[in-house]
């Protein structure tokens, strides 16, 4: 899959989650999260981000530290990958 279509799919599947209606379970949101942000900020952003001020950010935040591993391509095929299981669950 080349950069560009990468990122293209990447968007849409943005587009698709940010219209979602239903409600999602918070796992499900957090997982969206930190594939969101490890795909367009990298691990070096995440060492640089501030201490969490609530409970919100500290698992937000959290979220994000597991997924750190991943290369900014692997998290958004992750991010692709979960919002069309999310659209095409029967």
Not at 25 to 34: C, E, G, N, S, T
Not at 49 to 78: C, G, I, T, Y
Request: glycine share 2%; hydrophobic share 35%.
């Amino acid at each position: 899959m080349s950069d560009s279509n990468l990122d293209t799919q990447f968007q849409e599947a943005f587009e698709k989650a940010s219209n979602m209606t239903e409600n999602l379970p918070q796992d499900v949101m957090l997982r969206l999260y930190a594939y969101y942000k490890q795909a367009l900020s990298g691990t070096n952003r995440l060492k640089q981000h501030q201490e969490p001020q609530d409970l919100r950010d500290a698992f937000k935040m959290n979220a994000w530290m597991q997924v750190r591993h991943l290369s900014p391509d692997a998290a958004k095929k992750l991010y692709i990958e979960t919002v069309n299981s999310i659209i095409n669950k029967p």
